[in-house]
């Protein structure tokens, strides 16, 4: 079956642009997480939904990045103003959350380089 | 804080069985252990994750002992496409991942 799918794959922007990334979760996936990884470094966590509810945003590093999952499915990573530092491997996640099946599924990431 | 302790590297000859180790003392009650393994290039991987009892899947085995402090992923007979970074994560079920620096597994031809 399709797994998570995330567009772009690889997205440039000079600095001060807005860039929006795209994630497309396992179909009926209730969970959905974004993390962030920089090169060498293990992913960091960003953002989490349960549904079309963000629960959890404590890891967006600034007000900068803003996510959302309007209906449940879909969810967009908008990144506002971008700088160098932001470059990074963004991933997505997504997970059944049944008694059985917490684990997570990622996605192949969007490779973003502000220059 | 990533919870859990790894060595940074090891080697495994191929067609050999991989035995990677994680110290997770301070585990509460209700946190399991997870891996996942990141490929290069590619978005991180689930593997196996117990609570209590040995786990085993098509792609690996988990050891967890007793006092459930440390754990052991096994990786029955290695191949070169095992090689990459393999997390060990406790967490609550559902709850976001804190990945640590992971161990870095080459496999040897």
């Known amino acids: 079956g399709a797994g998570v799918s995330q567009s772009p794959r690889y997205k440039v922007a000079k600095r001060g642009q807005d860039v929006a990334l795209r994630c497309d979760p396992i179909?009926?996936?209730?969970?959905l997480f974004w993390y962030q990884q920089a090169l060498g470094q293990g992913p960091e966590f960003l953002t989490y939904?349960?549904?079309?509810?963000?629960?959890?945003k404590s890891g967006l590093p600034s007000d900068r990045f803003f996510a959302e999952r309007p209906e449940g499915s879909v969810s967009t990573l908008k990144i506002q103003r971008t700088q160098q530092e932001d470059s990074a491997v963004y991933l997505c996640?997504?997970?059944?959350?049944?008694?059985?099946?917490?684990?997570?599924?990622f996605g192949p990431g969007t490779r973003l380089t502000v220059t | 804080d990533a919870k859990t302790t790894q060595p940074p590297s090891m080697d495994c000859a191929e067609g050999r069985a991989a035995n990677l180790p994680c110290n997770h003392s301070?585990?509460?009650?209700?946190?399991?252990v997870y891996w996942y393994r990141q490929i290069h290039s590619q978005g991180p991987q689930y593997i196996i994750h117990?609570?209590?009892n040995n786990e085993t899947n098509e792609m690996a085995s988990l050891i967890i002992t007793e006092d459930r402090k440390s754990s052991t992923l096994i990786l029955p007979h290695a191949t070169l496409r095992d090689t990459a970074v393999y997390y060990c994560?406790?967490?609550?079920?559902?709850?976001?991942?804190?990945f640590g620096k992971g161990t870095r597994l080459h496999i040897l031809p």
């Open positions: 996640a997504s997970s059944a959350a049944t008694r059985l099946s917490y684990e997570q599924y």
């Open positions: 301070t585990i509460s009650g209700n946190e399991y």
């Open positions: 179909s009926g996936h209730v969970s």
């Open positions: 939904f349960q549904n079309e509810a963000q629960l959890d």
């Open positions: 117990g609570l209590k």
């Open positions: 994560i406790v967490s609550y079920s559902g709850d976001k991942i804190i």
